[in-house]
């Protein structure tokens, strides 16, 4: 110890532990070329053996506890979920009375970057599905002589189902996360609390321009996204079943109804809807760390995938039920 001039908490630790071993191997420690202050932190730590029973030992929690913890979880969850959707509600009804803190320049702005940025990736998505249906079909109704039907196929299937359903998840991926990563973003450098401190709603300012922008998008996109499908139908269609491009939109052109065209478009509305409101949900909800804001990010798709899927599995019933 000669020449030291300074010593913290982690030299008393790391001489305590030295004792400590010496204790059980029986060896004699000697503590005299230590420096005063050290010799007396050590006496004072020595002076009352600790407590066996003192320290707290960690308990795996029962099946019964984990399961508690994971319905007030859910349920906390339910909660903030219901009061965002309540919340979103008001802003928009202020929206309608002209009362809300909103700005069409940040909303046409998110739907430059919802629509026409995003229509490579769904042109490129959408047509795979429409070859995949029409390969699909060919196959299996040129065994019942029947290849003439893969185009009222590719048609039903498109407009109702893969193209809005397709979409939706792509956005979900692309703009869900993105909208969460900015909010929870935001959120760790405080900008929205430095938005309510000025009085601004960030749920108007930041959340509503962001939801209505998907919403009115997502019908154009799918509309993008049948026409690009169907050109996909049509390249199998020509070059493996040698049909006509004349015979091929003809029978698109009868086998999609009005009806299935606005159900599409009716789906694909709502799942933007779902996109959006999983993301900002996500992102408001983001901790104060890095990590958090990926938490958040990963979530958000998550939970709008799951969303979307669900939904339109109730969406079919309903039509079935209903006939549509």
């Not at 349920?75 to 909103?102: I, M, T, Y």
């Not at 979409?167 to 959120?187: E, N, S, V």
């Not at 065209?261 to 509305?269: A, C, D, H, R, V």
Request: aromatic content about 8%; charged content about 15%.
């Amino acid at each position: 110890m000669t020449g030291l001039t300074g010593w913290d908490s982690r030299l008393v630790a790391f001489i305590n532990r030295c004792v400590g071993l010496c204790r059980d191997r029986n060896m004699n420690f000697r503590s005299d070329g230590l420096p005063e202050g050290v010799r007396r932190l050590l006496r004072l730590a020595n002076a009352v053996p600790e407590n066996k029973d003192a320290r707290l030992t960690a308990t795996e929690p029962g099946f019964l506890a984990r399961l508690a913890e994971h319905a007030i979880k859910g349920w906390q969850d339910a909660k903030g979920l219901v009061s965002f959707l309540g919340e979103n509600v008001l802003a928009f009804l202020n929206l309608l009375r002209g009362r809300a803190q909103f700005r069409w320049a940040d909303a046409f702005l998110v739907m430059e970057q919802c629509g026409p940025q995003a229509l490579g990736i769904v042109a490129l998505i959408n047509c795979l599905v429409g070859l995949i249906l029409a390969f699909v079909g060919a196959i299996e109704l040129q065994r019942f002589g029947a290849s003439i039907y893969v185009s009222d196929l590719v048609g039903i299937a498109t407009v109702r189902e893969m193209a809005c359903i397709m979409t939706g998840i792509i956005l979900c991926g692309r703009t869900g996360a993105a909208f969460a990563a900015q909010l929870g973003t935001m959120k760790v450098n405080e900008e929205i609390s430095a938005l309510q401190t000025f009085g601004i709603s960030p749920l108007e300012f930041l959340v509503l321009p962001r939801m209505v922008a998907l919403i009115l998008i997502m019908p154009f996109l799918c509309v993008f996204a049948d026409l690009i499908s169907i050109s996909g139908g049509f390249l199998v269609s020509v070059s493996m079943l040698d049909m006509s491009p004349t015979v091929y939109f003809g029978r698109i052109v009868h086998a999609i109804q009005l009806k299935s065209f606005l159900l599409g478009i009716g789906k694909g509305t709502f799942f933007g809807f779902l996109v959006a409101f999983a993301g900002c949900l996500r992102g408001m909800q983001s901790g104060s760390s890095a990590a958090a804001v990926g938490e958040a990010t990963t979530s958000a798709v998550v939970t709008g995938i799951t969303a979307i899927v669900a939904s339109d599995g109730v969406f079919a019933v309903l039509t079935n039920a209903l006939h549509i």
